[in-house]
């Protein structure tokens, strides 16, 4: 990201989301997340390749058949109600959540670090704000979807072996638990995002320094801070106690208005996922000899901060809820 004109696209992701948190009719929504797809489209482009021209249009085609049917039925709603569970649907399909996520993993799998990480956390914002404006029918018609999306994050990332496959699998996941959170309050969805999107950037940011694709190859650094640090970032990303991660999840469990079986595929689905990151890290923690545990000592200030950033959360949550 270079160029200068990228600056431009970036200010339209930005300004596209702050025009469908604040808009106040569906048009306005509709028109925020058409800005917000055209701004991000450009940003794939990073070297320019194959691959990301194939992303591109895998990206375009869902996004737009999702737009369509989300003004569409936005239109036809004030005539026939019955319509209105057709935009939730379209909203699903721009998530990319499960069953409607056919176009997520592919589109990951052909992007650069940078486009993916935009894609698996600020893409996620519009569309989960559309939905939390919906009535509160609609919202309860998004809770079997938030199951589905949770259990099958959890069971596909089983048996991925490349890094990049478990953080798409994990992402399908966490967004079920983000429309979970819809129904519960609006400060605890606020939270949850901040953590994912602030989780994530820790973990792409070690992810950019490395040339790895298989996650053994990426615990196999001889830098033991880098392991220990990306080993906490994953566990609180599949929500191991007493890390943020999971105390967001409890918050969600608390303060939602769901069916019990909702909540259990939730919780099922988290189990699973906590599963396969307990085996993507353990192996590499307990490796660990003296001789690694004393260069801890001279614990790089940006290595500590990501550290610390799965950490110090806990305290805001308690101290606000």
Not at 93 to 116: D, R
């Amino acid at each position: 990201m270079k160029s200068p004109n990228k600056l431009l696209f970036v200010f339209l992701l930005i300004s596209s989301t702050y025009l469908v948190a604040s808009s106040s009719n569906w048009l306005t929504t509709w028109m925020g997340l058409e800005i917000n797809m055209l701004g991000y489209i450009p940003l794939i482009y990073m070297k320019e390749n194959t691959s990301e021209s194939e992303a591109a249009v895998k990206y375009l085609i869902p996004q737009s058949l999702g737009s369509t049917i989300f003004i569409s039925s936005a239109i036809i709603s004030g005539h026939v109600n019955n319509l209105q569970i057709l935009m939730v649907i379209a909203m699903c399909l721009k998530l990319g959540v499960a069953p409607f996520h056919f176009w997520f993993p592919p589109v990951m799998a052909s992007l650069q670090l940078m486009p993916a990480f935009i894609l698996l956390t600020w893409q996620k914002i519009a569309p989960i704000l559309a939905i939390s404006s919906f009535n509160p029918l609609l919202m309860k018609m998004v809770m079997p979807i938030a199951m589905i999306s949770a259990l099958w994050g959890g069971i596909a990332g089983v048996n991925q072996t490349d890094i990049r496959s478990l953080l798409t699998y994990s992402s399908i996941a966490h967004t079920g638990w983000m429309l979970a959170g819809i129904n519960s309050n609006y400060t605890i969805l606020i939270a949850y995002l901040f953590t994912y999107i602030l989780i994530n950037i820790s973990i792409y940011s070690l992810l950019s320094k490395e040339d790895s694709k298989f996650y053994k190859q990426l615990f196999s650094s001889k830098e033991p801070t880098k392991i220990f640090v990306l080993s906490a970032s994953i566990l609180s990303l599949g929500g191991l106690p007493p890390l943020v991660g999971f105390i967001m999840k409890l918050l969600v469990l608390m303060f939602t208005k769901t069916k019990t079986i909702i909540i259990f595929g939730l919780v099922v689905g988290a189990l699973t996922s906590l599963l396969y990151y307990l085996s993507l890290t353990f192996s590499s923690l307990l490796s660990f000899s003296k001789m690694h545990l004393i260069k801890f000592q001279m614990i790089p200030k940006q290595m500590m901060l990501f550290f610390l950033s799965q950490i110090l959360p806990l305290t805001l949550v308690l101290f606000f809820f």
